[in-house]
């Protein structure tokens, strides 16, 4: 068990370091945290004081028990402690889908909120989710809270032996006067907290199935 666990370890890191440096050679992205088998890039954006962040782990499940796990709406309570509701708003006749998504922040921030579209890509051996901020008739500005209209991103979940490399990428604007330096330092833990609380939920029997849950 140690040599398997030490083998799967190794095999991450080594994909991580690769990755890494395709990273530096594409767009200079800089590492700013690692723990428990997670990295967490981070790199400027032309015309944005706000950085774009990526984090990647390995998930001890396949791609399509990752995938469940994000294709359900509920689960973004248990990956982001914040999250106040999230609602399908419609849904496709593609693997396409419209969110309504409101996250606390804390007093005397108002809480945000966002609506965007999400993209399921499948491959062979590869699951993408692209998402972005759109607007829908349904969902306009609602008092009280700030609407965030810059946001987009992907999921990449590579099928390894025995699991997933999981790569979560984000680019937002969380709007509203909130520090920038406050913002960047907070997106840091946000795909290290989202890749990690990912890994517990691929545990649940629920999300082995392989069907629509």
Request: proline share 5%; hydrophobic share 40%.
């Amino acid at each position: 068990m140690i040599m398997k666990n030490m083998a799967r370890i190794m095999a991450f890191f080594v994909s991580v370091m690769f990755a890494g440096i395709l990273f530096s050679a594409e767009a200079d992205w800089r590492q700013v945290k690692t723990g428990e088998g997670i990295v967490v890039f981070t790199r400027g954006v032309e015309g944005s004081d706000l950085d774009e962040f990526k984090g990647m782990g390995f998930v001890d499940a396949s791609p399509e028990v990752v995938n469940n796990v994000l294709d359900d709406i509920s689960s973004l309570s248990s990956m982001v402690s914040a999250t106040v509701s999230a609602v399908l708003v419609e849904k496709g006749r593609d693997e396409t889908r419209i969110i309504y998504y409101e996250i606390g922040t804390p007093w005397p921030l108002e809480n945000r909120d966002i609506v965007f579209s999400n993209t399921v890509i499948r491959t062979r051996e590869v699951i993408t989710r692209k998402f972005q901020a759109v607007t829908h008739p349904q969902y306009p500005p609602r008092k009280g809270k700030v609407r965030m209209t810059v946001m987009a991103g992907q999921w990449t979940l590579v099928k390894k032996d025995k699991g997933t490399l999981a790569s979560y990428q984000v680019r937002s604007n969380p709007a509203g006067n909130i520090p920038v330096a406050l913002a960047n330092f907070a997106s840091r833990d946000v795909p290290y907290k989202t890749i990690r609380a990912l890994r517990e939920l691929v545990k649940q029997p629920r999300y082995q199935q392989t069907g629509p849950l």
